[in-house]
Nanobody, 121 residues
Framework: QVQLVESGGGLVQAGGSLRLSCAASGSIFSMQRMAWYRQAPGKQRELVAAITSDGSTNYADSMKGRFTISRDNAKNTVYLQMNSLKPEDTAVYYC???????????????WGQGTQVTVSS
C-alpha cells in the first residue's frame, strides 16, 4: 500500500507564495518520476511540473520562472515552490508519483488526494 499525502495549500493574495509538499509512504521499492498536476473548476487536469529521479525537470509554459519543483529522494518527498501567484493559479493541486513497489512489478501511477490553492485578486 502506497500513500501520497499533500500539504501546504491555502489562501494567498495575488503576488504571494506557497510551498506544497507531498510525502510518499508505504511499500516503495523505487521512485521514478514525481510531478504536480492541477485542476481548476470546469477544466481538465493539467501538468504543472515534473521531476525525474536524477533531478531533471520540466514545467508547463505558464509556470516557468514562477514555480520550482524539487525532491528529497531520502524522504520520498516532492515539493512545489510557487511564487508570484495569480488568481488563475487557483485550483486543486495533485501530487503524482510513478514508482515500483517491488523489483518485479512495473511502474504504477499513484495520486494524492489533492490540496486546494486559492489565489485572491
Amino acid at each position: 500500500q502506497v500513500q501520497l499525502v499533500e500539504s501546504g495549500g491555502g489562501l494567498v493574495q495575488a503576488g504571494g507564495s506557497l510551498r506544497l509538499s507531498c510525502a510518499a509512504s508505504g511499500s516503495i521499492f523505487s521512485m521514478q518520476r514525481m510531478a504536480w498536476y492541477r485542476q481548476a473548476p470546469g477544466k481538465q487536469r493539467e501538468l504543472v511540473a515534473a521531476i525525474t529521479s536524477d533531478g531533471s525537470t520540466n514545467y508547463a509554459d505558464s509556470m516557468k520562472g514562477r514555480f520550482t519543483i524539487s525532491r528529497d529522494n531520502a524522504k520520498n518527498t516532492v515539493y512545489l515552490q510557487m511564487n508570484s501567484l495569480k488568481p488563475e493559479d487557483t485550483a486543486v493541486y495533485y501530487c503524482n508519483a510513478q514508482l515500483k513497489t517491488h523489483w518485479i512489478t512495473p511502474l504504477y501511477d499513484y495520486w494524492g488526494q489533492g490540496t486546494q490553492v486559492t489565489v485572491s485578486s
